[in-house]
């Protein structure tokens, strides 16, 4: 059963950087299989994508919102990163991280608990 675990969220200022880990346990295909993403949700909100790695062809894509400002990686042991670097108030939300056994489709099917991002001054 695949299990995703996120860590590294938190309180900081705009203009401040963080930097998300998520890691995989309980594959049941080598990692560079899995499709990997970040998605965030704020109350009331649809859950959105923030970025996404396709680990076969190292497609990566982002969202308009976070072009530039963040970016996605992953290693060999099964962990996927997120920087955010230039944080808005605006990048307020519950972060997850996703996985699919895909080498294309990017939508998740696992999901972690997520961590929460918070930016204020």
């Known amino acids: 059963q695949v299990q995703l675990v996120e860590s590294g969220g938190g309180l900081v200022q705009p203009g401040g950087s963080l930097n998300l880990s998520c890691a995989a346990s309980?594959?049941?295909?080598?990692?560079?299989?899995?499709?990997m993403s970040w998605y965030r949700q704020t109350p009331g909100e649809e859950r959105e994508l923030v970025a996404y790695?396709?680990?076969?062809?190292?497609?990566t894509r982002y969202a308009d919102s976070v072009q530039g400002r963040f970016h996605i990686s992953r290693d060999n042991l099964g962990n996927t990163f997120l920087q955010m670097n230039n944080l808005k108030s605006e990048d307020t939300a519950m972060y997850y991280c996703g996985a699919r056994h895909s080498s294309y489709n990017y939508v998740p099917d696992h999901w972690g608990q997520g961590t929460q991002v918070t930016v204020s001054s």
């Open positions: 309980g594959l049941m295909y080598a990692f560079d299989r899995y499709a």
């Open positions: 790695n396709i680990g076969i062809s190292g497609k």
